[in-house]
């Protein structure tokens, strides 16, 4: 493996749908009957954010994202540890996000 590309496709073990569903960690519970009339509200807004996570899953894992991620991300730089490398990652793949939902 040569680039952060390479790892991707080599490692990436786990389908879009268990990546959204890693995303769903906040439990919904209803403790009283006054909470039913919202029932209609909270599935709509659920629904919307179930949407919005498939599409940044699929966004982050399309090819030319991962393509540019692992241009701008390269190797390692010396000295840098293994935090350091995934924050830097990730600091990337947030402007890369971002760049290309403004243009949405």
Partial sequence: MTDFKDFY??????????????????????????AIPIL???FSQKNKE????QEISDLSTSEPVIRELSNRLGTPKEGETEDDFVNRGKDILRDIL???????
């Fill in 98 to 104: 971002r760049k290309v939902l403004d243009q949405k």
């Fill in 40 to 42: 209609g509200s909270l």
């Fill in 9 to 34: 496709q080599y490692s990436h073990a786990k389908t879009k749908k268990e990546l959204v569903q890693g995303l769903n960690t906040i439990p919904i519970k209803l403790s009283t009957p006054l």
């Fill in 50 to 53: 179930d949407e919005f996570k």
